[in-house]
């Protein structure tokens, strides 16, 4: 199972379909998981950190026409590039996130706190060098997206945890960030999304983390270190 499939998709897998929005999985094989999102809002649709993969069109076409393309983590400009082009868009990256623009190929719009119309609020979070990640909420309609730092891929979840915290992160779980919210959703960059309970579960999660640790580090220490080299080379 290779950790990030590089090469071109071949089928997608629908994930965390709610009336306002869909998930997909490109290369659901393997152990990363990258998902991507697309969400409806006042001007249009909002792609957030996609996979490319065939039948992206008509499944996003569903939703209505495309806003943009956003992007929220300094590892996942992914194939941001190609589904602007293609659908005549910007890709719209934080003005503090480094590392995107280099790797996408489509005219970059920069934003503060929101991208769009979205409705959606920013949250800068940059813990550790190029790692820079936009946690995106809109209050509206109780959308939590989360691109790296929570997840329920390999190398987040332990034992009946339905939201993980990543590993570098389990003995300072991210209660100022995320302590205050109480999604109805939650959504990843890597992994399904929690779409029943949602606040709950992130409530488990931000309590847990620190007790769970020694078991999480015992067996996710690896697959945490095979994610890491796998996305300073992507």
């Known amino acids: 199972m290779p950790v990030y499939d590089r090469s071109p998709a071949t089928d997608i897998r629908v994930i965390d379909r709610w009336a306002?929005?869909?998930?997909w999985l490109a290369h659901p094989d393997e152990e990363g998981r990258r998902a991507s999102h697309a969400v409806r809002a006042d001007d249009g649709v909002w792609v957030l950190d996609p996979v490319d993969a065939p039948g992206l069109d008509e499944l996003l076409a569903d939703l209505g026409d495309l806003a943009g393309v956003a992007v929220c983590s300094s590892y996942h400009a992914r194939d941001a590039g190609a589904v602007a082009e293609r659908h005549d868009v910007a890709v719209h990256i934080p003005r503090w996130m480094d590392r995107v623009a280099g790797k996408v190929d489509a005219p970059v719009e920069r934003f503060d706190r929101t991208f769009g119309a979205s409705g959606f609020q920013l949250h800068r979070f940059e813990p550790l060098g190029m790692w820079q990640e936009a946690i995106a909420y809109r209050e509206a309609d109780g959308t939590l997206y989360v691109p790296d730092l929570l997840g329920s891929g390999p190398?987040?979840?332990?034992?009946?945890?339905?939201?993980g915290v990543v590993l570098s992160h389990r003995l300072v779980p991210p209660r100022e960030t995320l302590g205050a919210l109480d999604p109805d959703r939650l959504l990843f960059g890597h992994g399904e999304g929690v779409l029943d309970d949602a606040g709950a579960a992130l409530a488990d999660c931000l309590d847990g983390a620190r007790r769970r640790f020694p078991r999480a580090l015992v067996g996710q220490l690896g697959t945490n270190l095979r994610l890491l080299f796998a996305s300073m080379r992507g």
Not at 155 to 163: A, S
Request: proline share 0%; charged share 25%; glycine share 38%.
């Open 20 to 23: 306002g929005g869909v998930g």
């Open 155 to 163: 190398g987040y979840t332990v034992g009946d945890e339905r939201v």
